[in-house]
């Protein structure tokens, strides 16, 4: 999150700040791309060398950064130490209710097609997220909730979920954006081809 009031090009400076942090303290043949006002990429040539690809495959490792000018209304905040493989910061983020709070927003509202006759019009991902938030027995939070969706109550959010996932989830749409995620291709199957006992068991 990076408020429009601290810089006027705020992903132009973010994109310079990590370039040059970056190449100075890690790796210095990094690439950055602008995609739209609020999309960066970050570029690494590093997947040949990793042994994770090979020629004539992509070379390149992208990271996708995706900003926003708002926050969630209601939203949780906490600050976060890291430290992982070397690195060490402070992170702001959002609590885990309100992940799980923007995750059903993007489920029950999301517009999204892909295929040949853009016949998927879910995202795989969309569904394996809200599981892991119900599995990790996450609460969301209500008030965002509230104030971006439909859900009144528990109750309101079972059904339309339900109705939701009835309407639009099957086992091909989500093997097809779990297959690229996913290593396991035969998690994804299994997960896929059983995914209404999965999530029923939670609403």
Do not use: C
Not at 65 to 90: C, H, S
Not at 160 to 167: A, G, N, Q, V
């Amino acid at each position: 999150y990076l408020p429009k009031s601290l810089v006027k090009k705020p992903l132009t400076s973010l994109a310079e700040y990590l370039l040059g942090q970056i190449k100075n303290k890690q790796f210095n043949l990094i690439e950055t791309k602008i995609q739209s006002d609020n999309r960066l990429y970050l570029k690494f040539p590093i997947l040949y060398g990793l042994g994770l690809n090979q020629k004539p495959e992509i070379d390149k490792l992208y990271v996708k950064i995706e900003a926003e000018d708002e926050i969630l209304p209601y939203a949780g905040i906490i600050f976060k130490p890291v430290a992982k493989f070397g690195f060490n910061f402070l992170a702001r983020t959002y609590d885990l209710p309100t992940l799980m709070a923007g995750k059903i927003h993007a489920f029950l509202n999301r517009i999204w097609f892909k295929g040949k006759k853009q016949e998927i019009n879910i995202k795989g991902r969309d569904f394996y997220d809200l599981w892991w938030f119900f599995d990790k027995k996450v609460t969301p939070n209500w008030k965002t909730l509230k104030k971006t969706t439909e859900v009144k109550d528990e109750k309101s959010l079972k059904r339309l979920l339900s109705e939701r996932i009835k309407k639009v989830v099957t086992p091909g749409k989500l093997s097809f954006d779990l297959q690229n995620f996913i290593s396991d291709q035969e998690f994804v199957f299994d997960f896929a081809k059983n995914y209404w006992k999965i999530i029923n068991r939670y609403l």
